[in-house]
């Protein structure tokens, strides 16, 4: 029962763009415009940890590696949830995931792989 899809990552040299996205399933339509939606990260050999979120009013919050570089939207008539990456660093390096915040644990999807070479 996959509630986010996540895509957008992929290989990319230090000091290089994303663009990640990940779209709700039919499952959550009802709940998603009210939900706080997060993007997650677990590098190699760390536990997963919250990068943004976004509000249903769109408040956003970072943590304080990726501020200034990372920009959280969403549209809500997809469904989705973007996460603009720029000037990205090694240590950016892990699977995203999309799920609520705080997290849901039905709604985690096979995460997106973001490899950033130094």
């Known amino acids: 029962q996959v509630q986010f899809v996540d895509s957008g990552g992929g290989l990319v040299q230090a000091g290089g763009s994303l663009r990640l996205s990940c779209t709700g399933s039919?499952?959550?339509?009802?709940?998603?415009?009210?939900?706080?939606v997060g993007w997650y990260r677990q590098a190699p050999g760390r536990q997963r940890e919250l990068v943004a979120s976004?509000?249903?009013?769109?408040?956003?919050k970072y943590i304080d590696s990726v501020k200034g570089r990372f920009t959280i939207s969403r549209d809500n008539a997809r469904k989705r949830v973007y996460l603009q990456m720029d000037s990205l660093q090694p240590e950016d390096t892990g699977v995203y995931y999309c799920?609520?915040?705080?997290?849901?644990?039905?709604?985690w999807g096979q995460g997106t792989l973001v490899t950033v070479s130094g």
């Open positions: 799920n609520a915040d705080p997290q849901h644990e039905n709604y």
């Open positions: 976004i509000s249903s009013v769109r408040d956003t």
């Open positions: 039919r499952a959550i339509t009802s709940t998603f415009n009210p939900m706080t």
